[in-house]
């Protein structure tokens, strides 16, 4: 019997499941204000279902920040949190959750995706790589969040900057167009 997915919007019932079962809950009141990001508009978040098994995996996209090198807004989104279950990862599951968040942005006129990945992280380095992202600068990784009991957590994660031109992916999409 072969699994199919859905990927589809965030919902306030779904924030628990983000925990994926205690593992995350230390970001309980992030993912809370993250959700209430994308309720503005500023924020999106995507979440892969698989149907009698629940939420498998998850990308949020920030499209404006303060910082243009991440999210402007018009034309470069800023991915972050992508994640997909061990059990579930060299799967197809983490590209499928990848392309569908790069092609929602290519159909509003988006130019680029960025992201930060760990420097520790080689499987998620090279999976970006081979997903046409290019390293372009460094991030020291420092960035904070306040844990469930209420606790200011400083988290130390040097990172690689990462950008996609997704108008080569405009491109080929609308090539394809004109084989059919």
């Given at each position: 019997?072969?699994?199919?997915?859905?990927?589809?919007?965030?919902?306030?019932?779904?924030?628990?499941?983000?925990?994926?079962?205690?593992?995350?809950?230390?970001?309980?009141?992030?993912?809370?204000?993250?959700?209430?990001?994308?309720?503005?508009?500023?924020?999106?978040?995507?979440?892969?279902?698989?149907?009698?098994?629940?939420?498998?995996?998850?990308?949020?996209?920030?499209?404006?920040?303060?910082?243009k090198k991440f999210a402007d807004?018009?034309?470069?989104?800023?991915?972050?949190?992508?994640?997909?279950?061990?059990?579930?990862?060299?799967?197809?599951?983490?590209?499928?959750?990848?392309?569908?968040?790069?092609?929602?942005?290519?159909?509003?006129?988006?130019?680029?995706?960025?992201?930060?990945?760990?420097?520790?992280?080689?499987?998620?380095?090279?999976?970006?790589?081979?997903?046409?992202?290019?390293?372009?600068?460094?991030?020291?990784?420092?960035?904070?969040?306040?844990?469930?009991?209420?606790?200011?957590?400083?988290?130390?994660?040097?990172?690689?900057?990462?950008?996609?031109?997704?108008?080569?992916?405009?491109?080929?999409?609308?090539?394809?167009?004109?084989?059919?």
């Open positions: 019997m072969e699994k199919t997915g859905i990927i589809r919007f965030v919902e306030e019932s779904d924030l628990m499941a983000l925990e994926w079962n205690g593992e995350y809950s230390r970001y309980r009141n992030m993912y809370r204000e993250i959700y209430c990001q994308s309720l503005t508009g500023n924020t999106l978040l995507w979440v892969l279902e698989i149907d009698k098994i629940g939420i498998i995996g998850q990308i949020f996209a920030q499209i404006n920040s303060g910082n807004g018009k034309q470069r989104a800023y991915l972050f949190s992508f994640r997909v279950k061990n059990q579930f990862q060299n799967q197809g599951w983490g590209t499928q959750l990848l392309d569908n968040t790069e092609y929602y942005f290519t159909k509003r006129g988006f130019l680029y995706t960025t992201l930060n990945v760990s420097k520790d992280n080689q499987n998620a380095l090279r999976f970006y790589l081979n997903r046409g992202y290019k390293i372009v600068g460094e991030e020291k990784g420092v960035w904070s969040y306040v844990d469930p009991e209420g606790n200011n957590q400083i988290v130390n994660d040097p990172s690689w900057r990462m950008e996609k031109m997704l108008f080569m992916q405009k491109m080929t999409l609308a090539n394809e167009d004109k084989l059919c």
